[in-house]
């Protein structure tokens, strides 16, 4: 189960987040997100953590929702899955009135 951690001070580390999770069952990977592409490194402010199974992750949501880490109180929801590249291209297909045809210059 993907679950979003937002509201994360700029002090704590995806080993810090792990430890948090830890407690509730399995966590495959914890991401937090910065800004290395642009420069700064700064982190964002949320991140990303994966646990094993469902169930392990709701009971990580429902313990740590509003729970204070590093001065801050966090925001733990479950994250939405990633939408597969199949549906992304059934949208593209539905009322697209720039199609290709109509693009083309005439001569």
């Not at 189960?1 to 002090?11: F, Q």
């Not at 549906?87 to 697209?96: H, T, Y």
């Amino acid at each position: 189960m993907n679950i979003y951690v937002g509201n994360l001070s700029p002090d704590v580390t995806e080993e810090e987040l792990r430890r948090e999770f830890v407690a509730f069952g399995e966590v495959i990977s914890v991401v937090i997100m910065n800004d290395k592409y642009i420069g700064s490194g700064q982190t964002r402010g949320y991140g990303f953590v994966e646990m094993a199974s469902k169930s392990e992750g709701e009971a990580a949501i429902t313990s740590l929702k509003g729970k204070r880490l590093k001065s801050r109180v966090i925001d733990v929801v479950g994250a939405l899955p990633l939408s597969d590249k199949s549906s992304i291209e059934s949208l593209r297909g539905r009322g697209n009135r720039f199609n290709r045809k109509a693009r083309q210059r005439r001569y």
